[in-house]
């Protein structure tokens, strides 16, 4: 009987090479974990959390909020547009136009209330 040579082959298997799905998945996680983070820090820092009045601790509040006005015209989102619908937007655009137009852009406050035309919701 012959015996025949057989040689084994064997490679060091890295961590990295043995462990990389496991690290790909702990990666993504803590990527994504630092984009909420930065997101949730713009969300809080540039006031838009003041304004979100769909958070819990706004509920009483909600009541409050208007939602309809007297010199806005509230559009269908869907249907077709007529020529009636499109000079009732001219009308309002041209207004509201003349209205930022006489605003001193460069005055002392051209965003403050009175500026831009928004009065408190009468009551």
Same mark, same amino acid.
Request: no cysteine; aromatic share 8%; glycine share 6%.
């Given at each position: 009987? =012959?015996?025949?040579? /057989? /040689?084994?082959?064997?490679?060091?298997? !890295? %961590?990295?090479?043995?462990?990389?799905? +496991?690290?790909?998945? /702990?990666? !993504?996680? %803590?990527?994504?974990?630092?984009?909420? +983070?930065?997101?949730?820090?713009?969300?809080?820092?540039?006031?838009?959390?003041?304004?979100?009045?769909?958070?819990?601790?706004?509920?009483?509040?909600?009541?409050?909020? &208007? /939602?309809? !006005?007297? =010199? %806005? +015209?509230? %559009?269908?989102? &869907?249907?077709?547009?007529?020529?009636?619908?499109?000079?009732?937007?001219?009308?309002l655009y041209s207004k509201q136009a003349?209205?930022?137009?006489?605003?001193?852009?460069?005055?002392? =406050?051209? +965003?403050?209330? =009175?500026?831009l035309n928004i009065s408190a919701p009468?009551?």
């Amino acid at each position: 009987m =012959d015996k025949k040579n /057989t /040689t084994i082959i064997s490679e060091k298997v !890295s %961590f990295k090479d043995k462990h990389s799905f +496991l690290i790909f998945i /702990t990666l !993504s996680i %803590f990527i994504a974990a630092g984009i909420v +983070l930065i997101s949730m820090t713009m969300y809080n820092g540039s006031g838009a959390a003041q304004l979100d009045l769909s958070r819990p601790g706004y509920v009483s509040v909600r009541s409050q909020a &208007t /939602t309809d !006005s007297d =010199d %806005f +015209l509230n %559009f269908p989102s &869907t249907g077709a547009i007529s020529k009636n619908d499109m000079s009732n937007f001219k009308t309002l655009y041209s207004k509201q136009a003349q209205r930022v137009e006489t605003v001193d852009a460069f005055g002392g =406050d051209p +965003l403050s209330p =009175d500026a831009l035309n928004i009065s408190a919701p009468s009551e």
